[in-house]
């Protein structure tokens, strides 16, 4: 079992940055595909960026190219996610999650079952 807490969420104005944790314990493998997702209110869990076992290798939902960045520190078994312009329609809760099973991107990154563990989520709201 692999424990994922996330940190970082809170209160922005829309234009403004957070920065998104996520510490993973227990049986963690540093060989892991790591993502996020985030679902708003009423609305299904949503992809928004993976990340390669190595880092090399990024992934994101076209409404957040250029302004969020995915990263990982494998010594520090952390995740991040940098969110930077942020826009009202970012508010949701946001999920760190791991995919035990691969190391590399594939065409099943951006979907919610391809997971293995999930953390609890952070609210991130952008206030406009």
């Known amino acids: 079992q692999v424990q994922l807490v996330e940190s970082g969420g809170g209160l922005v104005q829309a234009g403004g940055s957070l920065r998104l944790s996520c510490a993973a314990s227990?049986?963690?493998?540093?060989?892991?595909?790591m993502a996020w997702f985030r679902q708003a209110p009423g609305k299904e869990r949503e992809f928004v960026a993976a990340i390669s076992w190595s880092g090399a290798s990024t992934h994101y939902t076209d409404s957040v190219k250029g302004r969020f960045t995915i990263s990982r520190d494998n010594a520090k078994n952390a995740v991040y996610l940098q969110m930077n312009n942020l826009k009202p329609e970012d508010t949701a809760v946001f999920y760190c999650?791991?995919?035990?099973?691969?190391?590399?991107?594939?065409?099943?990154?951006?979907?919610?079952?391809?997971?293995?563990?999930w953390g609890q989520g952070t609210q991130v709201t952008v206030s406009s």
């Open positions: 999650a791991a995919d035990r099973r691969r190391s590399l991107l594939g065409s099943r990154s951006t979907y919610v079952d391809a997971y293995t563990d």
């Open positions: 227990g049986r963690t493998r540093s060989d892991s595909v």
